[in-house]
């Protein structure tokens, strides 16, 4: 079993920045991939950006170029920068972990673990 805590969120103006954090608690070294999934009220969970085992990345084309998603696995820690924030980015920030291999890393029914959440406002 996998434990999961966000942290980071928070109110930010737009044009701001952000760093989310997951601290896990297994090692993240033994997950096929983790990620960062986000849902605002009314709409369905979507997957942001994700890190697989060797490192390779994936972004939803709506925070390309703006988020970065890394992993420290020696402090088994999951991190999200965001930057240039708009207030579209307002959501329920998710961290998850899928720990075997999986086809579509943006799709939410792949990861077995999630965290609570972590809120992120962008409004001026």
């Known amino acids: 079993q996998v434990q999961l805590a966000e942290s980071g969120g928070g109110s930010v103006q737009p044009g701001g920045s952000l760093r989310l954090s997951c601290a896990a608690s297994?090692?993240?070294?033994?997950?096929?991939?983790m990620g960062w999934f986000r849902q605002a009220p009314g709409k369905e969970r979507e997957g942001v950006a994700t890190?697989?085992?060797?490192?390779?990345?994936t972004y939803a084309d709506s925070v390309q170029g703006r988020f970065t998603i890394s992993l420290d696995n020696s402090k088994n820690t999951l991190f999200l920068q965001m930057n240039s924030l708009k207030p579209e980015d307002t959501a329920m920030y998710y961290c998850?972990?899928?720990?075997?291999?999986?086809?579509?890393?943006?799709?939410?029914?792949?990861?077995?673990?999630w965290g609570r959440g972590t809120q992120v406002t962008v409004s001026s």
């Open positions: 890190i697989d085992s060797d490192g390779s990345t």
């Open positions: 297994t090692r993240t070294s033994t997950n096929y991939c």
């Open positions: 998850a972990a899928a720990p075997f291999h999986i086809l579509f890393p943006l799709q939410r029914y792949e990861y077995n673990y």
